[in-house]
């Protein structure tokens, strides 16, 4: 890429106004050699007046001829005077006719020239005799040469006139020549100047054209640099606007609060639907967030200040009690679906509320980003108000992070092993290995606290790794014929050498590969469906059984059981826990079983805590369960003692004294 900089070209003014102006400088130059042409020629027709010049020799020759012939006539000695004075006249005149426009007119014509040198020789030697004028034989010479050289002089003066008239002729047409070459100049620059006035004047009126435009454009511009292209709300700099302006300006008694805003599932949306689908729902979440706060207080705002992520800065009326129902009522209304182009999208909404009463602080933004973050690990379409706690839980998870690398290295995850039941004879079949973290001053740390934190440091993968080795190896100190579940996530299932990984941790620890589980989730699914199934037939193709875990919780469950041929799906704990009283949960978990039949995968359900339930999902055609009342997590050290002490019994014994043992984590 050239780093030259890119020269701008000439716009059709500039170019124009270039070339008016060489022409007036052509112009300028041509007038002025005109006009010197015209003085040249007037200056030439006074020069070569020569007619002038010749009439008065011919009248000083003939007046000298006269004064002496009167002298001799009459002997007067005026008369003497006066052809002596005539005689130097008569003298200067031809030193006259011998320079200027005169000589010029004798030098024409070299037998003009030799007439008139002849003849002034003549008249020049008459000196002597005009001394001796008195002498009668002096006048008599000297009217004889006068009277020889008249016709000479005579002659010359006519034919000065004679070329005086041609000359003046000729410079007349000359300077009329000019003069029309003047007016055609004169009517150029004119011309050219009128037409050059027409373009500025037009030029001019572009250039208020393009002011006014500068100035919409800036308007626009500043409109732009404030508001989302896509939605047309205030963006994140329009945000820092209104914070510092309220920072400022707020009254003490005004009450405002601020509502960090997060979509669920809008992931899912642009991977299932496209990210057309996706902006149309951004949109339209938008318009509907607008109609909503807008009745709240004509002066709240909506910002979008992510990708899915929005800002309400909502004026709190007095008659309103608490500000964390309006974050309810936004949660409230996202569970109607949303009408788009691309129809109906059904989408939860997260909402995390900051109050301010009096003095407005900037951080109130970061309170509601926070309390935000804490709804959205409670699950979908929550909302939680800030208070002080949640920044002491936010220092916990700041600690959890720095402890979590130490912990890996330390060895402090360790496996726990939930038992899974053949509903019919209560016999254990299999053990679900969970992750445990119990850190020598913080304690036991639950899996919901460290596993997300994991998850998004990356650390998941060496936590996974570890416990994956450890529960084969204390597996194969199982009864025999029973499996063993482990969890893999989607950070697990991307790396590259997930394959080669798996393979040697199943030869190190010489565990058969068919008595392995391995449970994925369907937010696994959406990451990167093609990817992550050409890895689970790799991993299949190893003899691992792949189960779908949470089975009937994400976005399309259905049409991935038409994608890859699973082992077992697990019916998530939410369809259970409502079974006894929801007829429509119980539908979904008869049309799973149903569905389990035809592609040849085993069904568990999960989260067994009364024995009703039990007896509903054997009813059902449930042959394999796991919860609380059946068994909760333990070492490994336990699983024989309990495996022992379980092998004589029912499902239904185990909850003597109707007591169910509630472990969580």
Request: proline share 3%.
């Amino acid at each position: 890429m050239s780093l030259r900089p890119q020269m701008r070209r000439p716009n059709g003014f500039t170019i124009f106004a270039i070339f008016a102006l060489c022409c007036f400088a052509l112009l300028a130059l041509v007038h002025r050699q005109v006009s010197g042409a015209s003085e040249d020629a007037a200056m030439r027709s006074m020069s070569y007046d020569v007619s002038w010049t010749g009439a008065n020799g011919r009248i000083e020759a003939a007046s000298l001829e006269k004064y002496v012939a009167r002298y001799a006539a009459l002997d007067t000695a005026e008369d003497a005077e006066k052809a002596r004075l005539f005689y130097q006249i008569f003298l200067s005149r031809l030193d006259t006719w011998n320079s200027g426009g005169y000589k010029v007119f004798l030098d024409q014509s070299p037998a003009r020239r030799a007439r008139f040198e002849r003849a002034c020789e003549k008249v020049v030697n008459l000196a002597p005799d005009f001394e001796t004028i008195e002498n009668p034989a002096s006048q008599e010479r000297i009217l004889s040469v006068l009277s020889e050289t008249s016709s000479t002089f005579e002659r010359l003066g006519g034919e000065s006139q004679t070329f005086a008239i041609a000359k003046a002729a000729s410079v007349r047409a000359e300077l009329k020549e000019k003069q029309r070459q003047q007016n055609w100049l004169m009517f150029a620059l004119v011309a050219s100047g009128i037409g050059l006035l027409a373009l500025t004047a037009r030029q001019n009126w572009r250039l208020r054209r393009a002011n006014e435009n500068i100035s919409t454009n800036a308007e626009r511009m500043a409109h732009l640099a404030k508001h989302d292209t896509l939605t047309g709300l205030r963006n994140r700099l329009a945000l820092d606007e209104r914070l510092s302006f309220l920072c400022r300006y707020q009254p003490r008694n005004d009450r405002v609060a601020v509502i960090a805003i997060d979509l669920d599932g809008f992931k899912t949306v642009n991977d299932v639907m496209g990210h057309n689908a996706g902006d149309a729902l951004l949109v339209a979440t938008a318009r509907k967030l607008e109609a909503i706060v807008s009745a709240w207080h004509s002066s709240n705002m909506v910002f979008r200040v992510g990708g899915d992520e929005f800002i309400v800065i909502a004026h709190i009326d007095v008659d309103i009690d608490n500000a964390i129902s309006l974050g309810h009522e936004l949660v409230k209304c996202f569970k109607q679906p949303i009408e788009t182009s691309y129809g109906n999208i059904i989408v939860d909404l997260s909402a995390g509320v900051a109050l301010q009463n009096g003095t407005f602080e900037p951080e109130i933004l970061m309170d509601a980003d926070l309390a935000l973050t804490f709804a959205k690990s409670r699950g979908k379409g929550h909302a939680l108000e800030f208070d002080k706690s949640l920044r002491n839980n936010l220092h916990r998870r700041i600690e959890l992070e720095a402890e979590l690398k130490k912990a890996v290295l330390r060895g402090e995850f360790v496996p726990f092993y939930q038992p899974q039941f053949d509903l019919a004879s209560g016999t254990v079949v299999g053990f679900e290995a969970l992750a445990r973290w119990s850190h020598p001053k913080l304690g036991f740390v639950p899996p919901d606290e460290f596993i997300p934190i994991a998850e998004g440091s990356g650390d998941i993968v060496s936590i996974g790794r570890a416990i994956f080795e450890t529960a084969c190896l204390d597996a194969l100190k199982f009864p025999d014929g029973t499996s063993l579940s482990v969890n893999i996530s989607v950070v697990e299932l991307l790396q590259d050498d997930v394959i080669e990984h798996f393979r040697r941790s199943l030869e190190r620890t010489k565990f058969p590969p068919e008595r392995l589980k391995l449970e994925v989730t369907e937010s696994v699914m959406m990451t990167d469906l093609d990817r992550i199934l050409t890895t689970l037939a790799s991993l299949r193709s190893l003899g691992i059984a792949i189960c779908l875990d949470d089975f009937g919780t994400g976005f399309s469950a259905l049409s991935y059981l038409t994608k890859f041929r699973w082992d077992e799906l697990k019916i998530d704990r939410t369809f259970v826990k409502s079974a006894l009283t929801d007829p429509v949960n119980r539908g979904i978990i008869r049309t799973v079983r149903g569905l389990a039949s035809l592609i040849d995968a085993q069904v568990v359900a999960e989260g067994l805590e009364t024995l009703e339930q039990i007896d509903l999902l054997k009813q059902m055609g449930c042959t394999v369960g796991q919860g609380y009342l059946l068994g909760q997590p333990m070492p490994a050290g336990d699983i024989l003692q309990f495996v022992g002490a379980q092998s004589n019994k029912s499902p239904a014994v185990m909850v003597l004294d109707e007591e169910i043992v509630r472990i969580h984590g």
